[in-house]
């Protein structure tokens, strides 16, 4: 390549978001470099830009996307230039305690693209081979920025134990909680309950395969979802929304030996009230969910086999010139996603 400047979204701080001309990133011998093609704005982006999720000063912004590749280094062996990839933008070091342990969600060195190296809002992006995966011919780019969400969302329904036959609720029906519905749908849950206070979000989620749609409104969710299972709670609650008030009062919804997994992303602050004795007698797992540990290849089949249905949740598209106007749109609560396009 001739070329060694590209343009990219430098995040210089909180809603200072430039785009500027820096140096192509030089690649290490097991690196790859990739021609971004096509990214992804989810929530985690506004929060960042608007200080709430703390990333590096003078990053380059995003962490979802996919392309093509245009360098290989040399001690690469099973990727070359030409292909197309996606890549999983979580970085564990391979050598602390939980690493060696096969826990590499918890890795003590954990690095994320757009947070703790630069990522993926500009033209060029360097990968580790390791972490990429080659993608199917018959996955359109479009698809490939939502393999990581995917992966993480399969993550949590594989630690919830979603059965066949479980009566499920997912509370928030944005992005991540539509991605749960199609996902618990495929796996054979009978009866899926969705919670929001957004119509719009309850309608999409209806599109999506929820059975039933609560449009939550003071503490009257809990109730509706132990009418709606005949009385005896339901199997698997899982929270997308990440408000403290909502999950307790869904808890109370909770059948005996239910699963509750916490999928939301909560403020450090935050706390909730919970009856140990109930825990106790009904024998109610609780448990939290990170990241995607092994579930990016998973994920990626999930996709490529057409059984989840993401155009549906492509909400606005804007280019790598104009992407603070799709930052600031994501923090709309009825916007999905936001791609963008490096045509």
């Known amino acids: ?23 192509i ?13 096509i990214a992804g704005i989810s929530g985690i982006e506004p929060q960042i830009y608007e200080g709430g999720y703390i990333a590096r000063d003078n990053i380059i912004a995003g962490f979802q996307a996919a392309g093509i590749v245009k360098e290989i280094g040399n001690d ?11 890549f999983d933008p ?7 305690y939980y690493c060696k342990r096969g826990r590499t969600l918890h890795c003590e060195n954990l690095q994320g693209y757009g947070v703790h190296r630069n990522g993926t809002f500009a033209e060029y992006f360097a990968v580790p081979e390791s ?3 080659r993608l199917p011919d018959n996955l359109p780019f479009d698809y490939a920025p939502f393999i990581e969400h995917t992966s993480c969302v399969l993550h949590s329904v594989e630690e919830s134990r979603v059965e066949i036959g479980d009566t499920v609720t997912i509370l928030g029906a944005g992005l991540v909680g539509n991605l749960f519905i ?14 929001d206070i957004s119509e719009k979000k309850l309608q999409k989620a209806k599109e999506q ?10 503490n009257n969710a809990a109730n509706k979802i132990i009418e709606i299972s005949g009385g005896r709670g339901v199997d698997v609650i899982i929270d997308t929304a990440g408000v403290p008030c909502a999950l307790e009062n869904i808890i109370e919804a909770a ?12 403020p450090l602050e935050s706390e909730i009230k919970l009856n140990p004795f109930k825990i106790l007698e009904r024998e109610i797992l609780i448990q939290g969910t990170y990241c995607n540990p092994l579930t990016f290849g998973k994920a990626l089949e999930m996709i490529a086999s057409g059984r989840i249905n993401l155009r549906a949740l492509i909400s606005y598209e804007v280019t790598l010139d104009n992407i603070e106007q799709g930052i600031i749109k994501k923090r709309d609560d009825d916007i999905f996603y936001v791609l963008v396009r490096n045509d």
Not at 6 to 23: F, N, Q, S, T, Y
């Open 76 to 86: 690469v062996e099973d990727v070359a230039a030409g292909m197309r990839v996606g």
């Open 25 to 37: 990133p030089d690649i290490a011998p097991n690196e790859v470099l990739v021609e971004m093609k």
């Open 255 to 266: 059948a005996k030996g239910a699963r509750v997994n916490i999928f939301a992303t909560y």
């Open 131 to 133: 972490n990429i995966y």
């Open 1 to 23: 390549m001739k070329k060694r400047t590209m343009k990219a979204a430098v995040l210089h701080g909180k809603r200072d978001l430039r785009i500027e001309e820096v140096p």
């Open 209 to 218: 395969g929820a059975d039933y749609c609560i449009l939550s409104q003071g």
């Open 90 to 96: 979580n970085l564990h070091c391979g050598h602390c």
């Open 182 to 195: 199609q996902l618990i749908k495929n796996r054979g849950a009978s009866k899926i309950i969705a919670v």
